[in-house]
């Protein structure tokens, strides 16, 4: 299997998830990285290669009930019978089309967070504080693309705040991209596939996603992003249209109108379960290669 090299990048996206580097293979240590890991970690145990001599562990003498025991059966065990696994089938939806699509694809970015907040297409639109149009730099190279808003992202009318925020943010940083800043290249721009809360933090209904989606895509024609960074498994599935875990969906491109889409895991989720943070890490670096192989590509505009 092949292992990204850790470049000084990298270490501090590690360290922005709370994952400590205390064992690691020499080979996969940039120089750079090497000398600046060293001094801050003296006790760091880098191995030299997979050809390091190891001393060889003495064979203990046997007894004599051993010697006279019978050898352990060394045939393979039988392969159980293994049940073809289905593939998850595609989520097919009705092209985004009407009127109410129509005024959302004429709008440009001041009008459609106008358009956004006075929203009342579905019951949310009577439920929440305020809707979370989105926020960051509108012509950003990378765009995050989360779930829906929670109670502090209602309140606050941002997404992506609190715990999970600062989870994000650090992740963001450990890259070298922010929320907030003038340079495109390095401010993202973060939305949410559902503008509005659902109460109890409960998953979006049919109608409510048919009203929402048109108004995120129309986000993404007008920031043409390089590279759609779906956080969760709710924004995962809408921009890949596939209903597969997210386990099956990671360290794989997609495609929505000509824009690369990748995917991992939810900051808050990562919060409950931190022992994914370094699957996190992967998905990052992968995020990272996907966007550089992209760069130099032309941006198609959605359609």
Not at 5 to 13: E, G, K, N, Q, Y
Not at 34 to 42: D, I, K, M, T, V
Request: charged share 20%; proline share 11%; glycine share 8%.
């Amino acid at each position: 299997m092949d292992h990204p090299v850790l470049d000084p990048s990298r270490l501090a996206m590690l360290r922005a998830l709370g994952l400590p580097v205390a064992y690691v293979r020499r080979s996969l240590l940039s120089p750079q990285a090497l000398a600046g890991l060293l001094p801050e970690l003296p006790g760091l145990a880098v191995e030299a290669g997979a050809q390091a001599a190891r001393a060889p562990v003495p064979t203990p003498p046997q007894t004599r009930a051993q010697a006279l025991s019978p050898a352990p059966d060394s045939r393979p065990p039988k392969a159980m019978p293994t049940m073809p696994v289905e593939p998850q089938p595609r989520v097919v939806r009705p092209p985004l089309t009407g009127p109410r699509a129509d005024q959302i694809a004429a709008l440009d970015m001041d009008g459609l967070r106008a358009f956004t907040h006075d929203c009342r297409a579905c019951k949310l639109g009577g439920l929440r504080h305020q809707a979370v149009f989105g926020v960051g730099h509108a012509q950003a190279q990378v765009m995050v693309v989360g779930e829906a808003p929670g109670a502090e992202e209602d309140r606050l009318g941002e997404p992506f705040v609190g715990a999970a925020g600062k989870l994000l943010d650090n992740m963001l940083r450990s890259v070298g991209l922010a929320r907030s800043g003038d340079d495109p290249a390095r401010t993202v721009f973060i939305a949410n596939v559902i503008k509005c809360r659902p109460p109890g933090n409960r998953n979006p209904e049919v109608d409510e996603i048919a009203q929402c989606e048109p108004i995120l895509k129309r986000q993404i024609e007008l920031v043409r992003p390089r590279l759609l960074l779906a956080l969760g498994r709710f924004a995962a599935q809408t921009m890949t249209g596939s209903q597969e875990p997210i386990g099956r969906l990671r360290q794989r491109v997609f495609d929505y109108q000509g824009i690369p889409v990748v995917v991992s895991y939810h900051p808050a989720y990562l919060l409950r379960s931190p022992l994914e943070k370094s699957k996190a890490w992967a998905d990052l670096c992968f995020a990272q290669d996907t966007l550089a192989s992209h760069r130099q590509a032309p941006v198609t505009t959605a359609s």
